[in-house]
C-alpha cells in the first residue's frame, strides 16, 4: 500500500489534509519560506484533533541555506525536545557543510535529540553535490527516510536519479519523491520510480481578503494557500488504483 503524506503548516491545512485521507503530516510553518519549525500549539491543536494521524515535525529554525551554525544546531535540538512532548511522531531534518556534503557531526545531534522517534532528511539532498555518495552517508548516520525531487525542480523530472537511488539503497533507507507532485503527473512518478511513499502540499489559494496594508500603509496582494481536501482524496485515489 502507497502512503501519502502532506506538508501543512497551519490548522485548517493539517484538518483538510486528514479529511482527504492523507496517511501522514509533515507538520511545519512558513512553506513560502520552504518550511520551518511549526509552533508546540499548532501541533497541540492537531492532536486535540487527532491522536491517530502520524505526525513529523520540521526541523528548521530559519529560511535560507542548510548550512548551520552551532547555535542553530541547539536551537532546533530545544524544539525537537519540546515538540516530542507535545506529540510529534518523528522528525525532518537536513544539514550541509559548505561545500555541498551532509554534515555529519550536526546530523548526529539531532537525530539523538529525537531519539527514539525516526528522522527524515529532507530536501536538503537536493542540493547535495554527489547524491550517490551522500545517500550512503545518510544510511549510515542513521535516517530512516530521504524526501526529495531526485534534484530537479520536481519529481516528474527527478524520476530517473529517484529510482536509481531506490535500486542503490534498496530497503536500507525509504526514498520519499518529492517536490511538484500533481495530480497530472503522480501516475508517471509512481510509474517510473515504484516509491512506496509520496510527498506533496497539495494546495489551493483560499478565498477571501486579498490585499492588506503594510507599514508604510502600501496595499500588496497577499494569497493565502490551504491544502484542499479534494485534491488529496484524488491523489490518494490515484495511489490506490496506480
Request: hydrophobic share 40%; net charge negative; proline share 3%.
Amino acid at each position: 500500500m502507497r502512503v501519502l503524506e502532506v506538508c501543512v503548516d497551519s490548522y485548517e491545512s493539517a484538518v483538510a489534509a486528514m479529511t482527504g485521507g492523507a496517511a501522514r503530516l509533515e507538520l511545519c510553518s512558513s512553506l513560502v519560506d520552504g518550511g520551518l519549525t511549526p509552533t508546540p500549539g499548532l501541533l497541540a491543536q492537531i492532536r486535540e484533533y487527532s491522536k491517530e494521524i502520524t505526525v513529523f515535525c520540521m526541523l528548521r529554525c530559519r529560511p535560507g541555506n542548510f548550512v548551520y551554525t552551532t547555535e542553530e544546531v541547539e536551537i532546533m535540538k530545544r524544539d525537537a525536545k519540546i515538540l516530542q512532548k507535545y506529540g510529534s511522531d518523528g522528525f525532518v531534518f537536513g544539514a550541509l557543510n559548505a561545500n555541498g556534503e551532509v554534515e555529519m557531526k550536526q546530523c548526529r545531534e539531532i537525530i539523538m535529540a529525537c531519539s527514539p522517534l525516526p528522522v527524515t532528511f529532507h530536501r536538503a539532498f537536493d542540493v547535495c553535490k554527489k547524491p550517490t555518495i551522500e545517500i550512503e552517508v545518510i544510511i549510515d548516520l542513521g535516517f530512516k527516510r530521504v524526501l526529495t525531487s531526485g534534484q530537479q525542480k520536481n519529481a516528474q523530472l527527478g524520476a530517473k536519479l529517484i529510482k536509481n537511488l531506490m535500486e542503490q539503497v534498496g530497503d536500507r533507507i525509504c526514498i520519499v519523491p518529492g517536490g511538484g507532485i500533481t495530480k497530472q503527473n503522480l501516475g508517471f512518478i509512481v510509474e517510473h520510480t515504484g516509491a512506496k511513499e509520496y510527498h506533496g502540499s497539495f494546495k489551493k489559494a483560499k478565498e477571501g481578503e486579498e490585499k492588506e496594508k503594510t507599514a508604510g500603509e502600501v496595499e500588496q496582494e497577499r494569497v493565502l494557500y490551504v491544502t484542499d481536501k479534494d485534491y488529496v482524496a484524488e491523489v490518494v485515489h490515484i495511489l490506490n488504483v496506480a
